[in-house]
Nanobody, 114 residues
Framework: QVHLVESGGGLVQAGGSLRLSCAASGIIFSDTVMAWYRQAPGKQRELVASITVGRMTKYSDSVKGRFTVSRDNAKNTVYLQMNSLKPEDTAVYYC????????WGQGTQVTVSS
């Protein structure tokens, strides 16, 4: 059973940084494509970043150049480093296992004040 637990969210001023972590269990983490999504109030959940087994990364246009996704297979953890945060980055951020396993974390709130 896929179990994902996010941490690292919080309140930060615009221009600040946060690092989200997602600890995975119940899967062969090193063989799993992982991703970060976010959902702002009244909006659909959107893909923020993904990282493959071979550490290839993709980003949404809205975060490209500001966010960095990485993984530590020894710790079964995926990270999202978020720099130059903007108020429009405010959302609940979710970790997801994409392939071959599928699952979601419970989410962590990120609030960016102006």
């Amino acid at each position: 059973q896929v179990h994902l637990v996010e941490s690292g969210g919080g309140l930060v001023q615009a221009g600040g940084s946060l690092r989200l972590s997602c600890a995975a269990s119940g899967i062969i983490f090193s063989d799993t494509v992982m991703a970060w999504y976010r959902q702002a109030p009244g909006k659909q959940r959107e893909l923020v970043a993904s990282i493959t087994v071979g550490r290839m990364t993709k980003y949404s246009d809205s975060v490209k150049g500001r966010f960095t996704v990485s993984r530590d297979n020894a710790k079964n953890t995926v990270y999202l480093q978020m720099n130059s945060l903007k108020p429009e980055d405010t959302a609940v951020y979710y970790c997801a296992a994409i392939s071959p396993y599928n699952g979601w974390g419970q989410g962590t709130q990120v609030t960016v004040s102006s």
